[in-house]
């Protein structure tokens, strides 16, 4: 009984000390797993509200995130299609804050709305990244950065890019594709684009309405703009790639040249607007960089170190005129 009694309190002695070692080894893991959004692989968890898939340049910005991102052994990607609605964006964001992710990036498909939702995220400790599109919000301390183009400087771009093809003493009349109503980068490219045209009073915008960056609302706005005022028409803007391959279909099914008898100016930089320009059909292209994965990746990985991160991450781009640039490029496009 003696030896018994002596085997059982030495198990339990031996039992004691295995918990209190394991109860050291829980913590150490807590505070690492805390760091890394609490992640059994430690990996960086990041939520992504993607506004849709409404364009070429848009797919091809998410395919950079989820290649990036997605495939990385440093990152899990949680990622909402929000089929161009607001709502849906919102609901996503309130879905990331309650999955306690350690980012939150958001392509806002709008401009306004966001107070509610982000201060929800700030609450929660959660920095959030805007993607490709700005917002308007009274506390900016709302956000911590944004990647992304100059859209003014885009729409300015293509001003004066235009006004050098034709040549400053003719002039123009132009329609305009804008984007979707509210966004930032329909705002700003419009901005930008009559900022670039105020000195060049002969270059006149005689028709401006959204063709919402879709392809197929580009070709029917365009095709109202020619049956109301066809003959008047010299230059078609868009505020997109895909706008402007709608256009230059109802361009073609009016009877006209796209590129000869009206000028095509847009911005993106898609391959498709590439091949219509080796192919003479359109003149201008401002590239609007979508590949924003790596720049995203880093700004992430040096946010959880503990770095100061820029307030604007700028992406480097380039403009193109005339089919010979487009030749050139069109071989090297990864969108």
């Given at each position: 009984?003696?030896k018994?009694?002596?085997?059982?309190?030495?198990?339990?002695?031996?039992?004691?000390?295995?918990?209190?070692?394991a109860?050291?080894n829980?913590?150490?893991?807590?505070?690492?797993?805390?760091?890394?959004?609490?992640?059994?692989?430690?990996?960086i968890v990041?939520?992504?509200?993607?506004?849709?898939?409404?364009?070429?340049?848009?797919?091809?910005?998410?395919?950079?995130?989820?290649?990036t991102?997605?495939?990385?052994?440093?990152?899990?990607?949680?990622?909402?299609?929000?089929?161009?609605?607001?709502?849906n964006q919102?609901?996503?964001?309130?879905?990331f804050?309650?999955?306690?992710?350690?980012?939150?990036?958001?392509?806002p498909?709008?401009?306004?709305?966001?107070?509610?939702?982000?201060?929800?995220?700030?609450?929660?400790?959660?920095?959030?990244?805007?993607?490709?599109?700005?917002i308007?919000?009274?506390?900016?301390?709302?956000?911590?950065?944004?990647?992304?183009?100059?859209?003014?400087?885009?729409?300015?771009?293509?001003?004066k890019?235009?006004?050098?093809?034709?040549g400053?003493?003719?002039?123009?009349?132009?329609?305009e594709?804008?984007?979707t109503?509210?966004?930032?980068?329909?705002n700003?490219?419009k901005?930008?684009?009559?900022?670039?045209?105020?000195?060049?009073?002969?270059?006149?915008?005689?028709?401006?309405?959204?063709?919402?960056?879709?392809?197929?609302?580009?070709?029917?706005?365009?095709?109202?703009?020619l049956?109301?005022?066809?003959?008047?028409i010299?230059?078609?803007?868009?505020?997109?790639?895909?706008?402007?391959i709608?256009?230059i279909?109802?361009?073609?099914?009016?009877g006209l040249?796209?590129g000869?008898?009206?000028?095509?100016?847009?911005?993106d930089?898609?391959?498709?607007?590439?091949?219509?320009?080796?192919?003479?059909?359109?003149?201008?292209?401002?590239e609007c960089?979508?590949?924003?994965?790596?720049?995203?990746?880093q700004?992430?990985?040096?946010?959880?170190?503990?770095?100061?991160?820029?307030?604007?991450?700028?992406?480097?781009?380039?403009?193109?005129?005339?089919?010979?640039a487009?030749?050139?490029?069109?071989?090297s496009r990864?969108?």
């Amino acid at each position: 009984m003696f030896k018994l009694k002596k085997v059982s309190i030495s198990l339990l002695v031996f039992l004691m000390a295995i918990s209190i070692l394991a109860g050291c080894n829980s913590n150490t893991n807590g505070k690492t797993e805390k760091a890394s959004g609490g992640n059994k692989g430690g990996k960086i968890v990041v939520g992504f509200s993607q506004i849709g898939a409404e364009s070429g340049w848009r797919t091809a910005e998410t395919k950079s995130i989820k290649e990036t991102l997605g495939n990385s052994p440093d990152f899990e990607l949680k990622f909402s299609d929000a089929q161009q609605k607001q709502e849906n964006q919102i609901k996503a964001i309130r879905n990331f804050i309650a999955q306690k992710v350690d980012v939150i990036a958001l392509a806002p498909v709008v401009e306004t709305g966001w107070e509610s939702i982000l201060k929800k995220a700030r609450d929660a400790k959660i920095p959030v990244i805007l993607l490709d599109r700005g917002i308007k919000v009274k506390d900016e301390s709302l956000y911590t950065s944004f990647i992304g183009s100059d859209f003014i400087l885009e729409g300015e771009n293509a001003a004066k890019e235009l006004i050098n093809l034709i040549g400053a003493d003719k002039g123009a009349n132009i329609v305009e594709l804008q984007g979707t109503v509210g966004a930032s980068a329909a705002n700003d490219r419009k901005t930008g684009f009559a900022n670039g045209l105020k000195d060049n009073p002969n270059f006149k915008i005689i028709k401006s309405q959204s063709g919402d960056f879709t392809r197929v609302k580009g070709k029917e706005v365009m095709e109202a703009f020619l049956k109301s005022d066809g003959k008047n028409i010299d230059v078609v803007y868009a505020h997109n790639d895909d706008m402007a391959i709608g256009a230059i279909q109802a361009i073609e099914e009016y009877g006209l040249k796209p590129g000869e008898d009206i000028k095509v100016v847009s911005i993106d930089g898609v391959k498709d607007a590439f091949e219509a320009a080796v192919q003479g059909k359109t003149n201008i292209i401002v590239e609007c960089n979508p590949l924003l994965g790596p720049q995203l990746a880093q700004a992430v990985k040096d946010l959880k170190a503990g770095k100061e991160i820029p307030r604007w991450i700028k992406t480097e781009e380039s403009v193109f005129v005339g089919k010979e640039a487009a030749e050139e490029a069109l071989p090297s496009r990864k969108y």
